[in-house]
């Protein structure tokens, strides 16, 4: 029986280096807990554009097509901001979700016991938080037609075109109705249907989706409606499903709840591959941070919390995952901090490798 397969994209700024720290949780699982992946490395974004001239070669995309999961650190930084956009390092990652056809984002968001006081919102608010939102990633908005900039009378237009098919809609809601029924069995589907015929039939494939969760309860909410709830009681919600408009919106409102946008990773998942298992990409949420890159200061917390989703979703490792996500909820109740996790009290900073051998460390204690 063979190893499953992980690609390794580290990228950019920061990507190297809290890379470094998921290998030492790889290699700690293969020697502890005799789970062993077949791993690779490659380029993407700035670092491929170095080497290649572009930010993804064919070559990594047919590795990233072939195997178990891809983990990928972060892309871009101001050196390459006058590049033209065909090659620019965000141009890798969108190919890799495009030609994988990811087309279910998953962001958690999940707030630590020991980070509680880190959000803007009252302590009793977030404490204990963990909802998940499922954003539909290939359709939409952002990718209908027609688009651009066009001349209009004496003046121009900027046109963008919501637009979705019914098997677009389910299959982002069918993925979340899975996750639900591994989690607290409630899905929120988030639309405009009292404005937007895309909408409309949103509403109407959700609710037919439903039909075969008899497990799942179903609600439906405004999506501006669903804003204003994650900042009044965002422990109301289990899983939100939603567009990719109103995904990328909420998300990041979501993400905020927690008080640390870099202390959450992500999961872009696609169809069932020969296998089973789901074409998957897992990313931290955070950026390249190239102010800080090569400094010892990245928190690489968010990546491998990435690493503990492809534990769970494309190798069915939930406990394993549970385990490494443990060993991170009991370094952080030790009071250890990387530089961005410092309150106004201030305090000591550990460094990045620092941080992983802590989590290393309780990982060895949980045995």
Partial sequence: MTNPS??????????PEVMAEVRKVIDWFGAKRGIAFDVEEDLVG??????????????????????????????????????????????????????????ANLRPAQCFDALADFSSLKKDVVAGLDLMIVRELTSGIYFGEPRGIFEEGNERVGINTQRYTESEIERAVRAAFELAMRRGRRVCSMEKANVMES??????????????????????????????QLVRAPKQFDVIVTDNLFGDILS????????SLGMLPSASLGAPMENGRPKALYEPVHGSAPDIAGQGKANPIACILSFAMALRYSFDKGDEAARLEAAVETVLAEGKRTADLLGPEGGTPISTSEMGDAIIGALDASL
């Avoid at 992980?6 to 990507?15: A, M, N, V």
């Avoid at 990233?64 to 590049?83: I, S, T």
């Avoid at 990041?252 to 008080?259: K, P, Q, R, S």
């Fill in 199 to 228: 909408g409309i039939l949103w509403r109407e494939v959700a609710n037919r989706v439903a039909q075969d969760y008899p497990e799942v309860e179903l609600t439906h909410m405004y999506a501006d409606n669903g804003a204003m």
């Fill in 46 to 103: 700035g670092s491929a554009y170095d080497e290649h001239g572009v930010p993804l070669t064919d070559e990594t995309m047919a590795r990233a097509q072939a195997v178990d999961a891809v983990l990928l650190g972060a892309v871009g930084g101001p050196k390459y901001d006058d590049l033209d956009f065909s090659v620019k390092p965000e141009r890798g990652l969108l190919r890799l979700r495009k030609e994988m056809d990811l087309f």
């Fill in 6 to 15: 992980l690609l390794i994209l580290p990228g950019d700024g920061i990507g």
């Fill in 252 to 259: 990041d409102c979501a993400a905020m709840l927690t008080g």
